[in-house]
C-alpha cells in the first residue's frame, strides 16, 4: 500500500486551484513528502483540454495545475487499460434504475480513477465529484438522494452493486475541504496569525463556490471544530 500517494481527479485539482488553494498540494508535498497521483486523461481533462479552448475562463486553473505537475508535486502515469474501464463503468451504470431504465451515473474519467487504485494499489482518491464518492461509500444515500431528485422509486440492481461494492471496497475517498481542513491542522494558516482559524473558515467557503461538493451544514461543523 502506498500511504503517502494520493490519487486526484480533475473535479478536485479545479476546485482546488479554482480557491487559489493550490499551494495545499506543495505544503503536503513538501513537509509530508504526500506524492499527488494523476492519470493522463486527467492531464488532459484539467490541464491541455482548457488550454485549447477559445475561451479563458479555465486556463489559470489549468496553468496553476501544470505549474505543480512540473515541480512533480503531482506526477502523471498512464491511463489503466481501457475495457477494465468499460467493464466496471457497466457495472456501476446498472445499479440503479428508475422507470425501467438504468441510470448512467458514472463517466470514464471517475472509472478510471477506481481502475487505477486497485492498479497503482493507491486507496486513497482525492475527489470532489458527490455521486461517484457516495457509490462508494454509501449507496444506500445515493439512493435516496435520486429518488429526491428524480421524485420517483429507484429500484437496486443488488448483483451489480454486491460486485461494484467489491471493486472499490477499501478505497478512502477525501474531498478538497477535507484536504485544507486536515492542513490547517497542520500549520498550513498559521502564516495568518490570530486570523488562523477565519482564514481556514474562508477557504472551505471558497472551495464550495470553486465546485467542491459540500453542504452549509457540513461547512458549519468545520467551522464548530475551528473554534
Sequence with gaps: MKENYVLCDASSLISLTGACLD???DFFHDK??????????????????????????YCFSALRIQNLINKRAIE?????KDEKTKELMKQGNHI??????SLKLIQKG???????????NIPSLLMDERTTRFLIESPITLKK?????????????????????NRVKGMNVIRSTE?????????????????????????????????????????????????
Design 23 to 25: 499551494s495545499v498540494i
Design 32 to 57: 509530508f513528502r504526500v506524492k499527488f497521483v494523476v492519470p493522463q486523461s486527467v492531464e488532459y481533462e484539467a490541464v491541455a483540454r482548457p488550454l485549447s479552448l477559445k475561451t479563458k475562463i
Design 76 to 80: 502523471v502515469v498512464p491511463e489503466s
Design 96 to 101: 440503479y434504475h428508475a422507470a425501467g431504465k
Design 110 to 120: 471517475e472509472t478510471e480513477m477506481l481502475i487505477l487504485s486497485r492498479e497503482l
Design 145 to 165: 438522494h435520486l429518488e429526491d431528485e428524480f421524485h420517483t422509486h429507484i429500484m437496486v440492481n443488488k448483483k451489480s452493486l454486491m460486485s461494484f461494492s
Design 179 to 227: 484536504l485544507v481542513y486536515t492542513a490547517y491542522e497542520e500549520g498550513f494558516f498559521s502564516k495568518f496569525g490570530s486570523k488562523e482559524s477565519e482564514a481556514a473558515e474562508a477557504a472551505l467557503y471558497r472551495l464550495k463556490y470553486a465546485g467542491c461538493a459540500v453542504s452549509f451544514n457540513e461547512l458549519k461543523e468545520y467551522s464548530k471544530m475551528m473554534k
